[in-house]
């Protein structure tokens, strides 16, 4: 009889949780919760530095190749303890997500399309030979964590507690190969407005001597590996008075991400239509959720625009730019909704992006954070992508 396990091109079986191998999968009714004795001061929210606080719990869970998922454990926020020859910390057994809780104007917290953030966190640690689980178990467990810290969401729009699920390697080896232990954790930080006096359009300056992602690599998987070799293009163009990089593939200089974030372009194209276009799913780019989320709502309620997934070149763009036709730009990701661009150098001058007049921003990218905020703080009531936990 043919083997129908999941296997890698190499033959070896898949790490798996959904029971193919006889292992535990993971489940939100094994959760037990042991609350902190030791609770942390509230930070005044008009101080919150992304990334920079925490709250008091965490959310922890352990697999082995032997037994599958353990009971999941939200206990106090923890120093991990892992052995100098762990695989994450030499080959790179990482990836993760970032996500948000929101809390409307009745008090109700709510997360913003948690499933996509769930299956991209699959999707990337299979990508790396990482133990896969029940998206559903995962969302429900994020669910009931977030309860526990939800006094740490501060009040008021604009404001929201970042999660960071994450999923490492954690077996004791200097051997490669698929590992025979994982840590699948979650850590959360309170965080303020991207902008908190208004959209303030950044500058980007064209990279094309190096490359975040090509094709056949995992550019598509949110990989720990996708963003430290990105730190230095950053602080070469942030030395040059340009806020983030752009990056450009292939000698056709084709139009990537933004610096870690997805890029959209408004024109008027070739044949005279308006048009929305950002690069393709091709392997290279992030499937963003906030992507996604703006060409929904785009496709919904921009009906006066064409709304494209594909290849197109900064040369385009730059001829765009010549003939007036160039309309706007703007970079998406879950940090900033939207992050208008104002100018882009390259190849040795800067082009101009329009904005609105006295604002720092573009009609389109406007309108995107206003309808997304809008749905993630619940003030579209019943909208499916906001999914109230408590």
């Known amino acids: 009889m043919r083997n129908t396990e999941p296997r890698y091109s190499n033959g070896l079986p898949l790490p798996s ?3 193919i191998r006889g292992l535990a999968s993971l489940s939100s009714a094994n959760l037990s919760v042991t609350p902190t004795d030791t609770p942390k001061p509230k930070q005044d929210k008009s101080k919150l530095v992304f990334g920079h606080t925490f709250t008091d719990h965490m959310l922890a869970v352990e697999w082995t190749a032997q037994e599958g998922w353990a009971p999941p454990q939200i206990t106090k926020y923890q120093n991990l303890s892992l052995d100098p020859a762990t695989c994450v910390f030499h080959y790179g057994f990482e990836c993760f997500e970032g996500m948000k809780a929101y809390k409307d104007a009745a008090g109700k917290v709510r997360l913003f399309r948690p499933d996509m953030n769930a299956a991209r966190l699959s999707r990337s640690g299979l990508r790396i030979a990482l133990p ?3 998206q559903g178990e995962l969302i429900k467990l994020i669910g009931e964590y977030t309860k526990v810290e939800q006094d740490w969401i501060p009040e008021g729009k604009g404001f929201s507690l970042y999660l960071r699920p994450t999923l490492i390697g954690t077996q004791k080896t200097l051997g490669i190969g698929p590992v025979g232990s994982a840590l699948l954790f979650v850590i959360a930080s309170p965080v303020g407005p991207y902008y ?3 959209f303030k359009a950044i500058s980007l300056w064209a990279t094309s001597d190096q490359v975040r992602a090509w094709k056949g690599g995992f550019g598509d998987a949110k990989l720990g590996a996708n963003y ?3 730190v230095t293009a950053q602080t070469r163009v942030a030395a040059l008075g340009y806020e983030q990089n ?11 991400e933004v610096g870690t974030s997805n ?3 408004a024109w008027v194209n070739e044949a005279g239509e308006k048009e929305l276009i950002t690069a393709p799913l091709d392997g290279t780019i992030l499937p963003g959720v906030t992507r996604d989320s703006i060409l929904a709502l785009a496709r919904e309620r ?3 625009f064409k709304v494209t997934e594909q290849l197109f070149t ?3 763009v730059v001829k765009a730019s010549q003939e007036g036709r160039l309309l706007e730009m703007f970079g998406a990701g879950t940090a900033v909704v939207c992050a208008p661009v104002k100018r882009v150098h390259y190849n040795g001058s800067d082009i101009d992006v329009p904005l609105q007049d006295g604002k720092e921003a573009g009609p389109i990218a406007e309108k995107m954070v206003n309808w997304i905020t809008g749905i993630q703080y619940g003030e579209e009531d019943g909208h499916p992508w906001s999914v109230v936990v408590s």
């Open 246 to 256: 752009l990056w450009l593939n292939g000698p056709e200089h084709y139009v990537g």
């Open 314 to 316: 900064m040369p385009e």
């Open 263 to 265: 890029l959209f372009v």
């Open 132 to 134: 896969d689980f029940d």
């Open 302 to 304: 921009l009906p006066e």
């Open 228 to 230: 430290a070799p990105c």
């Open 196 to 198: 908190p006096r208004g």
């Open 17 to 19: 949780s959904s029971g």
